[in-house]
């Protein structure tokens, strides 16, 4: 009668559809990050925070985690505002913190919770103006 009490079976998120890429997703998806690093970068900063925002969303559907917050940060430093990419900067802070935490890499907790800070600062930042 009521759905929203039964256990879900099967979970259908986003990140597990990452994972989940066919060869031909995935050509697409490579296909796409090549022609956008084909064209020279652009000018101007609003410009430039697209180009390596559109970039690490392309390598997040790759789960290329490394080379996505690369791009994100990237395009923080062309402009600072809070879009997908800090979003995405937010999240993957926290993933790679949760990751050094299982395998026991206390440096890597450390420098990851310091990123997140200073993301959040960031945040408050761009808030209170």
Do not use: W
Not at 64 to 92: N, Q, T, V
Not at 101 to 110: C, E, F, K, P, T
């Amino acid at each position: 009668m009521f759905n929203f009490f039964k256990k879900k079976t099967t979970k259908d998120t986003k990140e597990e559809k990452l994972h989940n890429l066919s060869s031909a997703e995935r050509s697409a998806v490579e296909e796409k990050i090549n022609n956008l690093n084909n064209h020279p970068e652009a000018d101007s900063p609003k410009e430039q925070y697209h180009y390596h925002e559109q970039l690490g969303l392309l390598y997040l559907q790759l789960d290329e985690l490394e080379e996505a917050i690369d791009h994100f940060e990237r395009s923080l430093a062309a402009e600072l505002k809070m879009g997908d990419s800090y979003k995405k900067l937010l999240h993957l802070y926290h993933k790679k913190c949760q990751e050094s935490a299982a395998v026991g890499n206390d440096d890597q907790i450390d420098y990851y919770m310091n990123k997140l800070d200073e993301l959040r600062n960031l945040g408050k930042k761009l808030t209170f103006k």
